[in-house]
């Protein structure tokens, strides 16, 4: 399978910590893109990585990429209760169709 | 239009019926995915339309799924024989032609095969 793979599946904090997921791939990417789901609908996009940048920073959301490892990583910080959604990693594979492959996602929860 | 439009938002069919699902995507993208999420899931990539180019197919789960996009614009992904295993929600994006480009989501279509 070309999906990525985040981890964890389920995060569970409180408001005020920080938020970390992963995502792992297995080939050569384009562009790794991080979305947010409320509530099982619509994604909305958050950050778009290239694969000549190392990180990325957006408002409270910082996101990483290593190529050598095929991995990135999500941060939020100062988490929120709003912040409670799944997130998904999506990958735009290089070579052929550039098609945008997602992850089976992280749900997080943040507690008051 | 402002965002990608699928209908109908929700769709319930007996087993056995076919139903077709639409997405309007947003004016002048050229790029147009189908997504399945069963409950609690990732994406499932299903299918991928980019400009003229031919579809890729790769991710129809069987040949009782079809898409079609006419003119560049609206696709109607097509369930033939429908199956309990079916149900989930059918997610459509479309994006600007090129590598840099961001999907844009519908609110998917619910559908609950019976």
């Known amino acids: 399978s070309q999906q990525g793979e985040e981890d964890p599946q389920a995060l569970s904090i409180q408001e005020g910590e920080n938020a970390t997921m992963n995502c792992s791939y297995k080939?050569?990417?384009?562009?790794l893109q991080w979305y947010r789901q409320n509530s099982g609908r619509g994604l909305v996009h958050l950050i778009l990585?290239?694969?000549?940048?190392r990180e990325k920073h957006s408002g409270r959301l910082r996101v990483t990429l290593d190529t050598s490892k095929k991995s990135s990583s999500l941060l939020i910080t100062a988490s929120r209760a709003a912040d409670t959604a799944s997130y998904f990693c999506?990958?735009?594979?290089?070579?052929?169709?550039?098609?945008?492959?997602f992850g089976a996602g992280t749900r997080l929860a943040v507690h008051p | 239009g402002a965002g990608v439009s699928q209908s109908p938002s929700n769709k319930v069919t007996e087993k056995g019926k076919d139903v077709e699902l639409r997405c309007d995507p947003i004016?002048?993208?050229?790029?147009l995915y189908w997504y399945r999420q069963s409950l609690g899931q990732g994406l499932e990539f299903l299918i991928y339309?980019?400009?003229?180019?031919?579809?890729?197919k790769s991710g129809l789960p069987s040949d009782r799924f079809s898409a079609e996009r006419t003119g560049g614009s609206v696709s109607t992904l097509t369930i033939q024989r429908t199956q309990q295993e079916d149900s989930a929600v059918y997610l459509c994006?479309?994006?600007?032609?090129?590598?840099?480009?961001?999907?844009?989501f519908g609110q998917g279509t619910r559908l609950t095969v019976v």
């Open positions: 994006a479309s994006s600007l032609e090129g590598l840099a480009a961001e999907a844009f």
């Open positions: 080939t050569s990417i384009n562009n």
């Open positions: 990585i290239r694969s000549n940048e």
């Open positions: 999506a990958t735009l594979f290089s070579g052929g169709y550039n098609k945008l492959i």
């Open positions: 004016s002048g993208h050229t790029a």
């Open positions: 339309f980019q400009g003229n180019s031919a579809p890729d």
